[in-house]
């Protein structure tokens, strides 16, 4: 399993939503529904604690126990919510969360070391990796994207993402 102790961003506040103290959020997750599997989030050095959360344009909007006011919730914006990564549930068999193959080792299915994985991408079809090349001396490192399915990607772990040789760019 990956670092359990390692914090997992599930979003962001974005400002202020009305003079309560209730604040939007921008979601890296599930959506607003999943937000509720916890009841604190650890906040830029501070700890709030969930009251309430509704889905809402583009994101949520939350209340928090220790956010009164419209200036309290104002000067939050750009704190991100985040959680140890032992408090997310249980994956089952071909799951994975994003935070953990993000920044793996990626290789071949010939062997050959290609690069890391920088980025998770999903434009709705399914998730797509975004692998970065070891940067060749004076140039900028190359990226290429590879869907994540079975036949591009075999196997991955906590070690490392095996890349079928065939899609390697």
């Known amino acids: 399993m990956a670092d359990a102790s390692r914090p997992v961003t599930l979003a962001a506040i974005a400002g202020a939503h009305g003079v309560r103290g209730e604040v939007r959020l921008k979601l890296f997750g599930e959506g607003a529904e999943a937000l509720r599997a916890f009841s604190v989030f650890e906040a830029g050095g501070r700890k709030l604690t969930l009251k309430s959360v509704r889905p809402a344009n583009q994101g949520a909007v939350a209340t928090f ?87 591009a990607v075999p196997a991955w772990n906590d070690d490392g993402v095996t890349i079928d040789a065939a899609f390697v760019e």
């Open 65 to 151: 126990a220790e956010v009164n006011d419209r200036s309290a919730a104002e000067a939050l914006r750009g704190t991100l919510l985040t959680v140890p990564r032992s408090a997310l549930p249980p994956l089952g068999e071909g799951e994975y969360y994003h935070h953990d193959l993000l920044g793996l080792p990626c290789v071949s299915t010939d062997g050959t070391a290609i690069g890391h994985v920088a980025a998770i991408e999903n434009f709705g079809a399914g998730d797509i990796l975004e692998i970065e090349k070891a940067a060749e001396p004076g140039k900028k490192a190359a990226r290429f994207m590879v869907p994540m399915t079975a036949q």
